[in-house]
């Protein structure tokens, strides 16, 4: 099930369950969207990425949803591993001509058990 | 041929020194950034440089001096270390700045 820890959120489920891991962003003027995966003692890895045009987005074993009425980023695993186990984190960047980067959300611990 | 790498990976120093975090990157891109993320993995930006130049600065203490001898390096010197500057600190680069960034390994820097 799903509970916030005293730092972050946190994810467990059993292998081979579908994962979903959700996010809010706050910038309606945001038009790009990424997924990251960050696990012990490294940096964080781009899983999907998701331009505003579009509401879902396919990978291998993952795919993104965005709901941009209500700002909302989903993160759906499938078939979730062991090696699936990490922090998550979604991303934002907003348009326009001037200087942006990346701002991301707070992140979702993801636990899987054997 | 690690695509983006920071050194060290693990530093500890005394508060009151200064001391260096180098970043480089092999992949030919335009824009590095430094992040910071604290004990409760909230990553931040610190810097954006686009081709050497500075181009966002967020609310960052003046002891820290980011510095970009060319486009492929951006190195980050912390003066007058306090506690609270302990953290880890990712080094990332990306094409543009729209696309995704690549980080590197992060620096887990702790200042007693």
Known sequence: GESVGLHLP????QEGDNSIINCAYSNSASDYFIWYKQESGKGPQFIIDIRSNMDKRQGQRVTVLLNKTVKHLSLQIAATQPGDSAVYF???IEGGSGYSTLTFGKGTMLLVSP | DTAVSQTPKYLVTQM????????????GHDTMYWYKQDSKKFLKIMFSYNNKELIINETVPNRFSPKSPDKAHLNLHINSLELGDSAVYFCASSPDRVTEAFFGQGTRLTVV
């Open chain 1, 10 to 13: 946190t994810l467990s489920v």
């Open chain 2, 16 to 27: 009151g020194n200064d001391k260096s975090i180098k970043c480089e990157q092999n992949l």
């Open chain 1, 90 to 92: 979604c991303a934002e």
